[in-house]
């Protein structure tokens, strides 16, 4: 599949996958810089395409006293700064129709989380932004069905679409990837799978959902080996300390030795 067509990304020319990674939340401008430094560094290194992920609002808490954000513009100038800094493109997920416009002024793509794909003005307000919209399969949703999400972007006459797998619920706490799902949505659209969203476990009793972590390199390396165009991928320097979804993002340390795992066996299917 080809690259979506994403401002600023570099390195498409080096037969990789293309990664899209940050923290799950911006918490604040040091914080943000820190993590996009070393991931940088590492995919300029690794000549993998690369955009910065960063959440500038959580809409979807467990409970009302979670942490949501720093504010929205704060949170939306702290990437547009990233952006500058590094020469990279950047991501955010919206949740209303009012933030498509307001985010699009600051970021590259826009994100429609998994549990409101279906919401068509939204998806319609993301797609006539002329923004890269990437769509998040619901854990609820077949990948057959993402074709419906896929084509009420091309009808806002936006080509600029890609779609990410996180898994999908087949209990209460817990998510299975099918990886039949990836080749399937390729046909509809650039395909990512977001390895550590599919290792959540939500509706914790605790109602602060938990992951996985451990099976982020497991489920990653599935995802090269069938062929995904991208990977996503929550990191942090303090997963344990992260003021959203710690439970489930890669240590920052762990990033690069990932990676380089991942541009191997990238390597070797492109070698037969």
Known sequence: MELTNIPNIKHTDS??????????????????????ERLVKITDNLRIPYVFKGSFKKANRSRIDSFSGIGDEKALRILRKVSETFGIPTVTDIHTNEDAPMAAEYVDVLQIPAFLVRQTDLVVAAAKTGKTVNLKKGQFMSPESMKHAVQKVLDCQNENVMVTDRGTMFGYQDMIVDFRGIPTMQHYATTVLDVTHSLQQPNQVAGVTGGRPDMIETIAKAGI??????????????????????????????FEGLMQRLVAIRQTIQSF
């Not at 940050?22 to 914080?31: L, Y």
């Not at 991928?233 to 240590?251: W, Y």
Request: charge should be negative; proline fraction near 4%.
């Open 15 to 36: 037969g990789n996958f293309f990664v899209l990674a940050g923290p799950c939340a911006i918490e604040g401008e040091e914080m943000a810089m820190t993590i996009a």
């Open 225 to 254: 080996a069938v062929g995904v165009d991208g990977i996503f991928i929550e990191t942090h320097f303090d997963p344990a300390n992260a003021k959203s979804d710690g439970a489930n993002m890669l240590h920052l340390d762990y």
